[in-house]
């Protein structure tokens, strides 16, 4: 009887600096949350986590820029002259063989199919901003008719990837859906 009690002593007491210690890390914890909680990205960051654009106002030929978490985002209503260069452009032709395409498996290679809209070979979403150091490209300038960028002179093609220039990747394609024919939800 008194060795059943021995032992258990000193179980009892160990269980009370444990549940002491822990009550006091869990105290820590609910101290620190908020401090570290209010960097997190605030209501309003938030709500511009996703941007709908009516592609119905573009028209054929078209680009619009939307603003996504901060950034541009070119939306391009392509003519088909547009998509057959792009087309007609071999893999080996580009600097930058990837597709860049976060609707995609990140080594897809950069095709006009796996760089444009699902099933809507006409629009091109693109992030805007230039992969070299982050200017924005002019849309449908520059030699192969996609953008030129001012700042040191790199060039995209008509589904925007790099051709020449210092910018070293495509421009990023961001996630994107398409509702029906006229609803464009990117992010
Ligand atoms: S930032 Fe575009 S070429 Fe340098």
Known sequence: MSAIHDATEPTRRDFLYLATGAAA?????????PFIAQMNPDASALALATSEVDVSQIAEGQVVTV???GKPVFVWNRTAK???EAKAVEIGQLPDPLARNENIEPDAPATDVNRAAKGKENWLVVVGVCTHLGCVPTSQ???FGGWLCPCHGSHYDTAGRIRKGPAPENLPVPPFAFEGDTKLTIG
């Not at 890390?25 to 949350?33: H, N, R, S, T, Y």
Request: proline fraction near 0%.
């Open 141 to 143: 300038q520059g030699e």
């Open 67 to 69: 603003r996504w978490r």
């Open 82 to 84: 547009q998509v057959e």
């Open 25 to 33: 890390a869990v105290g820590a914890g609910f101290l620190a949350w």
